[in-house]
Nanobody
């Protein structure tokens, strides 16, 4: 039913850029806010960016000014443009469907399997 498939994760050098994509299906994509989260081994999962159904972005402080979330409702796809990447950005990045946003924090009911982003020399 609901499917979220991330792609675009790669090994990249510090200071480099990547664009992650999340292809969504099985639901009314344009009616939902979408989010990107990330998790590294030994660390808690953290919200990275959220985009409302109206296209308004919300970013974690750690990525403000470097990452850009966007969506293309015609393609049922949400993107995460990542620039000026740092080693601490290394993580598995997950795409999620948001069912509510409380105090700026998105809560998702579905997540994809994730895509690995590794920032290293």
């Amino acid at each position: 039913q609901v499917q979220l498939v991330e792609s675009g994760g790669e090994l990249v050098q510090p200071g480099g850029s990547l664009r992650l994509s999340c292809a969504a299906s099985g639901f009314a994509f344009s009616s939902y806010a979408m989010a990107w989260s990330r998790q590294a081994p030994g660390k808690e999962r953290e919200s990275v960016a959220t985009i409302t159904s109206g296209g308004v972005p919300i970013y974690a402080d750690s990525v403000k000014g470097r990452f850009t979330i966007s969506r293309d409702n015609a393609k049922n796809t949400v993107y995460l443009e990542m620039n000026a990447l740092k080693p601490e950005d290394t993580a598995v990045y997950y795409c999620g469907r948001v069912w509510t946003i409380v105090g700026g924090a998105p809560r998702s009911d579905y997540w994809g399997r994730g895509t690995q982003v590794t920032v290293s020399s």
